[in-house]
């Protein structure tokens, strides 16, 4: 039987760049995820009798919303739903699965990097056709629903067991329970030479992979162990928990720092990885190198041909602002574009449907390819080792080389969390009003060359977005960008982005925080970082 339940609107559902997120106890609310999906639905058109993939990270509330999301669907008329075993599909296999399948869209139940369990985080994302997160006119459209909202339909019928591959039917809609992992690996082996990768480990090289108690643990032990021959035990924490053991699944350097130290110990193993709770960021650590997003961005396009996905060449490749400019250096010496997008995957999205970029990368720990419409942590892992294989040169050697062709982006991000909000903004309200006065000023022997709030210009559907975040050039191409995140659930963050080019490889070994030192500086005397929000130093560097 088929329910309407009349509601409420709530208004407060404001879906960012990575969906709606919110603490867990906001979506127990009475009908609140409820809301959230109906408004969704109610948003799109042409979905009868189509296909919806539903999955998440398996973080605490995962299958509780996705039974309300499965009983909905088939209320609203969706003719079919897959969804991964134990409710479990990492983000870019949600994303493979959407395309693969030809499904309408899907529901990605995650709240990424940030923590789970019963009063930590949790979100609701929809993704479309093309496997990537929904577009702004979509998002947009999904919030004046949720202010609007007076009722939800959903199929009063039993929980669907979720733990067994089998298909149900829910009125008059199929659910088919499938392995989340086998679709996934197929397409990682039909990218990238495994022969090789096989051939490298089984050579002894050592590869340790930390899954963080979250979603790519079942993807990691399949790819790395079972079909790349890798020794048990070299997938760490390969078992998704609800509460991610207690841990923050953000695969940087400090969540992740005992990976960090394993790495620059003595007898370290050959290469080091993490991704993070849902399975779209990477950490690539070398023996004794930590390879900085942004640097990986560029080194990986600069050697993907020695994959076989990408033996052709690349088309071109998109990065977001703030990601340092290392790659724009690849792609000149390649003759191919470059494109500079806001933060935020969407963004790529068109860029790789109308084939102009093949490669796309920000530097908080996204990269990815056209091989799926968001961010993948095992594709990156997987590249790398790819061409470690090919190249059979360390990752601390091929960053050397790539630095002394292409001089080195020194580069640092410094986030300030949990900001006051007014303070926050007022930050940025009064960096916008000083832009104009600012190109021409000095800092020490930082000359400013330019200074903008960034706007985009998208060359494919040609919208454009604006106040994307405040860019300061100095002379010689250092650069400072702050801006404000769009995916934090508490006050304010401020995330600034520091930026230094060296040409000279005698001076590629210092130590990054020294070298964006008078940067540093003179970030803060522009915007009154200490002064403003009361913060000695980020509570993150990055
Ligand atoms: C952050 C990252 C951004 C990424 C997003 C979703 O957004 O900075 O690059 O696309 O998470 O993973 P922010 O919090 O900065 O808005
Ligand atoms: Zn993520």
Redesign the pocket.
């Known amino acids: 039987m088929i329910k309407t339940v009349s509601t409420n609107p709530y208004g407060d559902q404001k879906p960012g ?2 969906g709606l997120r919110k603490k867990v106890p906001a979506f127990q609310q009475k009908n609140y995820a409820e809301n959230f999906i109906q408004s969704i639905f109610d948003s799109l058109e042409g979905f009868e009798g189509q296909t919806l993939v539903i999955g998440g990270d398996g973080r605490y509330y995962n299958r509780e919303v996705i039974q309300k999301a499965i009983k909905m669907a088939a209320a609203n008329g969706f003719g079919r739903v897959l969804v991964g075993r134990g409710g479990i599909l990492s983000t870019p296999a949600a994303s493979n699965i959407i395309r693969k399948y030809k499904a309408f869209g899907g529901i990605v139940l995650s709240a ?1 990097h940030n923590p789970g369990g019963p009063t930590e985080d949790f979100g609701i994302k929809y993704n479309v056709g093309n496997g990537g997160p929904a577009p702004e006119k979509v998002t947009d459209a999904i919030f004046a629903r949720t202010k609007v909202i007076d009722s939800y339909k959903i199929a009063e019928v039993a929980d669907v067991n979720l733990d067994l591959e089998s298909s149900h039917q829910v009125e008059n809609m199929t659910v088919t329970v499938i392995d989340p992992v086998a679709d996934y690996a197929e397409l990682m082996e039909s990218l990238f030479d495994f022969a090789a990768i096989r051939k490298l480990i089984a050579g002894g090289f050592r590869v340790v992979f930390d899954a963080m108690s979250a979603v790519t643990g079942p993807y990691a032990k399949e790819i790395i162990e079972r079909r790349l021959g890798a020794p048990k035990g070299s997938v760490m924490n390969f078992i998704p928990l609800p509460d991610f053991g207690g841990h923050h699944p953000d695969p940087n350097l400090v969540h992740a720092r005992a990976l960090y130290e394993t790495m620059m110990a003595p007898h370290a193993p050959d290469f080091g990885a993490a991704s993070d709770g849902d399975g779209d960021r990477n950490l690539i650590i070398g023996k004794g190198i930590f390879v900085t997003p942004s640097d990986s961005l560029a080194m990986l396009a600069a050697n993907a041909h020695l994959a076989p996905g990408y033996a052709k060449g690349l088309a071109g490749i998109a990065r ?1 602002m703030p990601t340092s400019g290392a790659a724009d250096r690849v792609a000149e010496k390649l003759g191919i574009g470059l494109y500079e997008t806001p ?3 969407k963004f790529f999205g068109n860029l790789l449907d109308e084939g102009l970029a093949t490669i796309c990368g ?1 530097e ?1 720990a ?1 990269t990815g390819s056209n091989h799926v419409r968001e961010k993948d942590g095992l594709w990156a892992v997987l590249l790398w080792l790819n061409i470690l294989a090919v190249r059979k040169e360390s990752a601390l050697d091929i960053a050397r080389k790539h630095w002394a062709t292409y001089g080195r982006n020194y580069y640092s991000r410094h986030d300030y969390e949990e900001v006051d909000t007014d303070a926050a903004n007022g930050l940025i309200a009064a960096l916008r009003d000083k832009l104009a006065s600012l190109p021409g000023k000095s800092f020490g022997a930082l000359a400013v060359a330019n200074a903008d709030d960034f706007s985009y210009n998208d060359p494919v559907d040609k919208s454009v977005s604006k106040n994307q975040g405040i860019r300061i050039l100095f002379k010689g191409g250092s650069r400072v960008v702050y801006r404000l ?4 659930t508490s006050g304010a ?1 401020l ?1 600034v982005y520091i930026e230094r080019f060296e040409a000279d490889s005698a001076r590629h070994d210092l130590d990054t925080q020294a070298a964006l030192g008078d940067l540093i500086a003179v970030a803060d005397e522009i915007a009154e970082i200490k002064k403003r929000t009361g913060r000695d130093a980020p509570s993150v560097i990055t």
Request: no cysteine.
């Open positions: 760049t990575s990424s977001s933060t935020g995957w920000e908080s996204g995140s769009g995916t934090g963050t995330r």
